[in-house]
T-cell receptor
């Protein structure tokens, strides 16, 4: 079946370094992708989204890259801070009339001071 | 704060109990969702409501019964649950438009333990 998966279940980085979290998706019909951050004891928090007619989108300290050729999505965090420590999820929408999101299992980002 | 609140934050119930989870969104959105989050598993969509009408039931057992009285409130009624139903239950809302799906905003969740 179709699924969204993450390459690295855990990523450890030094404070101040850049972080890259990767995500592979398998449905070529997906036209919307979104990244969420979930801190311990909280619900997922929206970070950034991108539609399939774009290959890059930037936010504050974050950039999402979409490579439709290889069905790959990445989240780049610049100058990673301790407050960035959390589980990061990618999700995709298969397109069409549905507003259903399919989530990956998540990557734990651990920022070392 | 995301504008989506959930109560209670923690709930312990026996398998013969009946309880309800409540969600309220203060964002003026027109779609609401229930998700289940279990350890080491992806978020599982349970139900979707668009304009108060249920548009998605993701093969959820009948011991979970959703209710959406208006576009700001969503309930999940629970009865005769099983221990494997213990999980974090998350509510979300979004503003859906004809132009396509938009980001969903999540509440803090209800941590449910079934004993």
């Amino acid at each position: 079946g179709e699924s969204v998966g993450l390459h690295l279940p855990t990523l450890s980085v030094q404070e101040g370094d850049n972080s890259i979290i990767n995500c592979a998706y398998s449905n070529s019909a997906s036209d919307y992708f979104i990244w969420y951050k979930q801190e311990s004891g909280k619900g997922p928090q929206f970070i950034i989204d991108i539609r399939s007619n774009m290959d890059k989108r930037q936010g504050q300290r974050v950039t999402v890259l979409l490579n439709k050729t290889v069905k790959h999505l990445s989240l780049q965090i610049a100058a990673t801070q301790p407050g960035d420590s959390a589980v990061y999820f990618c999700a995709e929408n298969y397109g069409g009339a549905t507003n259903k999101l399919i989530f990956g299992t998540g990557t734990l980002l651990a920022v070392q001071p | 704060e995301t504008g989506v609140t959930q109560t209670p934050r923690h709930l312990v119930m026996g398998m013969t109990n009946k309880k309800s989870l409540k969600c309220e969104q203060h964002l003026g959105h027109n779609a609401m969702y229930w998700y289940k989050q279990s350890a080491k598993k992806p978020l599982e969509l349970m139900f979707v409501y668009n304009f108060k009408e249920q548009t998605e039931n993701n093969s959820v057992p009948s011991r979970f019964s959703p209710e959406c009285p208006n576009s700001s409130h969503l309930f999940l009624h629970l009865h005769t649950l099983q221990p494997e139903d213990s999980a974090l239950y998350l509510c979300a809302s979004s503003q859906e438009k004809l132009a396509g799906i938009n980001e969903q905003y999540f509440g803090p969740g209800t941590r449910l333990t079934v004993t």
